[in-house]
């Protein structure tokens, strides 16, 4: 689907952003790794307290370590890059201190659309609220007692031919009633 005008080729962004677990051993850019984070960095969030902070890694020991850090992470083995994605507690409030996850998540599909955007692939593995995962991040990064892993993408350059798909189901949709 060939789309002409800006708002079309966004749609089209959306709409074909796909999990890639496969990468060649091509290295991500720093730039675009840079424009990654700016996007996640534009995201909305509640009250725009902006309660996240990214951990940006390239470096082999890295990698290696995220290919054990469970059982959905072998696409580790070939990524070349990787963002962990935190919140900071102390940019939260009180009665609205939950709504950093709604935030982290929102900040998180920026950035994968941003990579799709990149012609780049990436996968979101989830990290909170499972205790052993955060335990094991928060130590190999010695993380301060009020920074919280919430999600990791594995990036690079795709090396697979993954078949986008049409996610439509108009059976979810619900028209001004059940």
């Given at each position: 689907m060939i789309f002409m005008n800006d708002k079309e080729i966004i749609i089209n962004?959306?709409?074909n952003r796909r999990s890639v677990r496969k990468f060649t051993n091509e290295n991500v850019d720093e730039k675009d790794l840079e424009l990654i984070i700016k996007s996640g960095m534009s995201a909305p969030s509640a009250l725009n307290l902006?309660?996240?902070?990214?951990?940006v890694f390239d470096e082999e020991e890295i990698l290696e370590f995220m290919v054990d850090l469970h059982d959905y992470s072998k696409m580790f083995k070939t990524a070349t890059a990787g963002i962990l994605i935190c919140g900071n507690m102390e940019k939260t409030i009180a009665e609205y201190r939950e709504l950093w996850v709604q935030d982290c998540s929102a900040s998180i599909e920026n950035m994968l659309l941003a990579i799709e955007a990149l012609n780049?692939?990436?996968v979101w593995l989830g990290i909170y609220p499972i205790k052993h995962r955060c335990n094991k991040l928060i130590n190999y990064f010695k993380l301060p007692e009020n920074i919280v892993p919430f999600g990791i993408i594995a990036l690079g350059h795709p090396d697979d031919e993954n078949k986008k798909q049409d996610k439509w189901d108009e059976k979810k949709v619900h028209w001004n009633k059940w």
């Open positions: 962004n959306i709409l902006q309660p996240w902070e990214f951990i780049l692939g990436g």
